[in-house]
């Protein structure tokens, strides 16, 4: 059987224009790069565990208090750490940050992906021992897609340790339109942009806990 390829559609009124798609991309680019404050206490940590701990078969002790010599930060609790500083009434309708948000126009957003990298020397670096600490949060890469009325906007929200550079987190996210239409399918997987997976989460708490919930 002879396989038919698609030939590229030339640009038509329908799609999103180059004047729209860069004016998007421009204004998510342009906005400046945050540096959040925060204390690098065991608190938060040991908040976390607890919560975990019903879900792990083996959980890992933990204290709220600063140990001596004191405890390196596990992999993945950084998510507890530098939290949004925002008043309620200046986030998004959906409560989520509108440093991120495309636009007014696309109202509609969802979790798109992610990454955790930690670099060589975080163990000595990411010591929970009250040291003031600092992540610089940035927009990446920015990508409009779909017919014109129809567009998605993935903008990828890039959050580094900023005072030693020992890891750096990707978060994606999707905007849509209010009458866009997306397949969503029951693991949330967005016509192969979004996580393909329900537990995306889960590998950036650790290989523990994806244990624990792979087995529940």
Known sequence: M??????KRPFSPSQPSPTSSSRITNDLQSRPPK????????????????????????????SPAIQSPPEVLPQGHHLVYFPIQTAPSKLAPDGADLDHSPGPEFP?????????????????SLLMDGRPWRCKEEIGDVRVK?????????VDVWRRAADAGVYEEY??????????????????????????????????????????????
Request: with cysteine; charged share 20%; glycine share 10%.
């Open 171 to 216: 978060r994606g996210a999707a905007g849509f339109r209010s009458s866009a239409s997306h397949d969503i399918s029951p693991c949330g997987k967005l016509v192969g942009e979004a996580c393909s997976n329900a537990n995306a989460l889960v590998p950036l708490l650790g290989a523990d806990v994806q244990r624990a919930l792979d087995s529940h």
């Open 35 to 62: 540096l959040i404050p925060d204390y690098l206490n065991p608190m938060p940590s040991h908040l976390l565990s607890t919560t975990l701990s019903d879900l792990l078969h083996a959980p890992t002790p933990s």
């Open 146 to 154: 779909g017919d014109k009325g129809q567009e998605k906007v993935f």
């Open 2 to 7: 002879r396989r038919v390829l698609p030939q």
């Open 108 to 124: 509609r957003r969802m979790w798109a992906g992610g990454e955790v990298n930690f670099h060589k020397g975080w163990r000595e």
